[in-house]
């Protein structure tokens, strides 16, 4: 931003200034800038708000708003679509969103949007574009639900009078009722009324519009329906599977083999549902199965989601019990059968195993995805807990991608609410009808079921997660106390090392990292980014000489016993798949090395700084080798090392109006940070007074940098959004910052592939600072300013290299990236 504009902007709004007050006051700031006709600088302080704290849907409209304005509809969505995860049930969010999915073209999403809107809103202008967007010309249309002893809904038409008649049709007679349309919408058109009936009959079997004859869209459905109403089926049978399928092939063609491959002996039979699945290869193998006797296959005509789909299959159901079996789940052999014994027990209405995805339910990992390792990892997984022969396990409600159900549980919840639309979350209120009934919702820990995750909703999961949380939450209150309890106290907690260990033997190949001090999560998430085929096991190896290991991206932290010590545990590592193998330090890690290379996989290390490395390989005895593949000075994992020269070719148009931008990006403290940082922005001031100096980051000075020495902090950078943020900026060139805390820490992955001019300082090779006048700092200013400033820049670029790889085998290759003088 423009140092001038922004302290016409800190006159405006005091309220910047006070670290207190700063974060709210940068949405009044943002409003004023757009005011006074300055959208991109506006959205700049919107971002920051974003990054410092919770985003909120009101600043994600505001952005939306302001880049419509500057013509940015992709920008717009973005901004529309993070609004609407963070609140999607809010009308004006959920109508902006559609409106601009329609004016991109984008129809599919156009049409799932507007799915989401009819299943969850109840404000007319929304299901009117909604109605626009899925039935054009439409007239009336409407929807009702049965909750408790209230019929609710609403009911929505063009034309025609104020005052509308509809008729509930049950089992032997018709109830009429007049319905209003609301005084609020004055005479506006289309007219809408919401509906709220006491209803204690018998359940519907149809809601019509009486002047149309049009069915209104009402499930069938009751939350208490007696045994008789609903099942009558096979008595042989003593379990029904129920999958519903709609997408992924390959995770459903495993779930079926799993099935088939299990040599259960309680008689069980198998539903699939084909939810309308737009994928030929499903239809054939839901088929195929169907054909050869295996499943009984019901289809769609149209999609109905997994509530609607399931709730088809259980109105099938006899007086057996049931699990609703998820299509992306792999399952162990003998599963059902133990599942099955503890349903004996009468206090038991729902039964979960354990899984990899199964979020109460999650091991290794605590409340988390763990990989999906495949079949054989599950089979593997499933054996290590029942050997642990673990206890049945109380839980806050069961999880539906692999529910069993107790008949007495069906009896008394009966099906699925339709209230949570296409699915999510249907399962914790289902088992929370169960919990009312005097019914236990347990985990069988000695069973565990592979889950993939992800396969039936994709990218919608997380609308359909936010809308479905607010409503369960409104239903249901003491779930989320509940839900905190239980994690608080982690019953699983003694599972997870015994499981851990047995993870890690079937997980894939594996990545150690061995450091003598715990590693930051982002140099973990720089080091997985590297190899993503690489599951992450850090090594931290404290004098003492006890180990802790902590596994990414499952977070599972175990320790390894001080008296087995560092040769155990490498004798151990031997029997897992390792790749190859990093040396953070190495430190104290140093007389450990031979012990460590004897793995025979390739290592790499991190170090501080290269040059006493380097020197010690160069003084190495005749016929030493250092088996090091790569030597990376710390801050730099994971940057392509091997690359053509960086210049300022093809650099980003710079973002107008403004100057081009001095960027500073850091992977020091934040203490270190904010201290060089207002040094150098002090020594750019003397070069040149207008210079725009952004800080991609934060410190722990953050508002005394903006307001004082005028350098603007963006807050927090995502991984992977660095390089878009600085061409949103305009950046001319970049500043990089490394020290010895980047050793444990990481964090310029992020500039790979940016192609700007670059320097690098590393903070370890340098003296405390002192202030701005150091050489150094000048002659790096006056190099930042001969790239941005529009007059400044006279003859060639400076164009250095990312730091070269050093190899350690008798030969040391040129450092490669040119620093200014900041060593002794």
Request: aromatic share 6%; charged share 20%.
């Amino acid at each position: 931003m423009d140092c001038k504009l922004w302290t016409e902007v800190l006159l405006a709004i005091p309220d910047l200034k006070d670290p207190a007050k700063h974060r709210d006051a940068l949405v009044g700031g943002a409003l004023w800038l757009h005011a006074q006709g300055y959208p991109r600088q506006a959205l700049a302080l919107l971002d920051r708000f974003d990054r410092t704290g919770r985003a909120t849907s009101r600043s994600g409209l505001i952005a939306a708003m302001l880049n419509a304005e500057i013509d940015s509809l992709p920008a717009s969505v973005s901004m529309l679509r993070k609004a609407f995860v963070l609140d999607p049930l809010d009308p004006q969010t959920q109508k902006a969103f559609l409106l601009a999915l329609i004016q991109t073209g984008a129809t599919g999403q156009s049409a799932e949007m507007a799915n989401f809107i009819l299943d969850v809103s109840k404000d007319a202008e929304c299901i009117a574009a909604a109605l626009d967007v899925l039935q054009p010309g439409w007239g009336v249309h409407g929807r009702m639900e049965l909750s408790g002893d209230l019929m609710q809904g609403w009911l929505i038409w063009r034309g025609g009078e104020r005052v509308r008649s509809i008729v509930v049709q049950s089992e032997d007679v018709d109830h009429v009722f007049e319905v209003n349309a609301s005084l609020s919408r004055g005479s506006t058109d289309p007219h809408f009324a919401a509906i709220e009936i006491p209803w204690a009959e018998e359940p519907w079997r149809e809601v019509r519009d009486v002047s149309t004859g049009i069915s209104l869209d009402a499930p069938n459905w009751s939350d208490t329906m007696e045994a008789e109403a609903l099942f009558t089926g096979d008595a042989n049978v003593a379990v029904t599977v129920i999958i519903a399928v709609h997408k992924d092939f390959q995770a459903t063609q495993a779930c079926l083999k799993s099935l088939m491959d299990d040599a259960t002996e309680v008689k069980r039979r198998i539903i699939v549902i084909d939810d309308a699945s737009p994928d030929p290869a499903i239809e054939a193998l839901l088929a195929d199965a169907a054909a050869q006797g295996f499943v009984a296959l019901l289809k769609n005509e149209t999609n109905r989601g997994f509530v609607g789909s399931v709730n088809r299959a259980l109105r099938l159901v006899g007086g057996e019990d049931v699990v609703i079996l998820n299509s992306d789940t792999v399952v162990p052999p003998r599963w059902l059968d133990r599942l099955n014994a503890v349903a004996q027990s009468a206090s038991i209405g729902s039964i979960t195993p354990l899984s990899n995805n199964g979020e109460l339910v999650s091991v290794p990992g605590a409340f988390r995805a763990n990989p999906f390792c495949g079949p054989a990892s599950v089979a593997a997984m499933d054996a290590c807990a029942s050997s642990l022969a673990g206890s049945l396990v109380d839980i806050p409600n069961g999880v539906g991608f692999c529910l069993y159900l107790c008949h007495r549980a069906l009896k008394v919840a009966g099906l699925l609410s339709p209230q949570f639309g296409r699915g999510y979350l249907e399962d914790v209120e289902y088992c929370l009808r169960i919990a009312r009934a005097g019914l236990r919702n347990v985990c069988a820990t000695s069973v565990f079921v592979g889950h993939k995750g992800g396969a039936s909703f994709g990218a919608h999961r997380g609308y359909l997660v936010a809308a479905n949380s607010a409503r369960l939450v409104a239903q249901c209150p003491e779930i989320e106390e509940r839900t905190r309890a239980f994690m608080t106290l982690d019953p699983f907690a003694p599972l997870r090392e015994a499981l851990h260990w047995a993870f890690l033997e079937v997980c894939g190949p594996l990545r150690l990292v061995f450091a003598e001090e715990a590693i930051g999560t982002s140099l973990l998430a720089d080091i997985a980014d590297d190899d993503p085929s690489l599951s992450v096991l850090a090594v931290t190896v404290p004098r003492d000489g006890s180990l802790m290991v902590t596994c990414h991206p499952t977070g599972v932290r175990a320790s390894w016993p001080a008296d087995r010590g560092m040769d155990a545990f490498l004798d151990y590592a031997r029997r897992l798949p390792v790749r190859d193998c990093i040396v953070i330090g190495p430190g104290n890690l140093e007389a450990r090395l031979s012990s460590i290379f004897s793995l025979g996989v390739p290592a790499d290390i991190i170090v501080a700084e290269r040059g006493a490395i380097e020197d010690r390989a160069r003084m190495s005895p005749p016929g030493r080798t250092w088996p090091f593949r790569r030597v990376i000075e710390a801050g730099w994992f994971g940057v392509p090392l091997h690359r053509p020269e960086v210049t300022d070719e093809g650099s980003p148009p710079v973002s107008k109006p403004g100057r081009p931008v001095i960027g500073i990006v850091s992977a020091a403290s934040p203490a270190e940070t904010a201290e060089w940082s207002a040094a150098f922005a002090a020594a750019v001031r003397a070069e040149w007074p207008e210079a725009n100096l952004i800080l991609f980051g934060e410190t722990d000075r953050d508002v005394e940098l903006m307001t004082e020495g005028r350098l603007f902090v963006t807050g927090p950078v995502d991984r992977g959004g660095l390089r878009a943020l600085g061409r949103r900026h305009g950046c001319g060139c970049i500043v990089v910052l490394t020290s010895q805390y980047s050793l444990l820490n990481g964090g310029l992955a992020p500039l790979s592939g940016w192609n700007l001019s670059l320097r690098h300082v590393n903070l370890s090779a340098r003296r405390p600072l002192r202030g701005g006048g150091e050489p150094e700092l000048g002659e790096l200013a006056a190099w930042a300013v001969a790239r941005t400033r529009p007059d400044g820049a006279t003859g060639e670029l400076s164009s250095p290299r990312l730091p070269a790889q050093t190899c350690l085998s008798g030969q040391v290759h040129p450092r490669g990236p040119e620093k200014h003088a900041s060593r002794d």
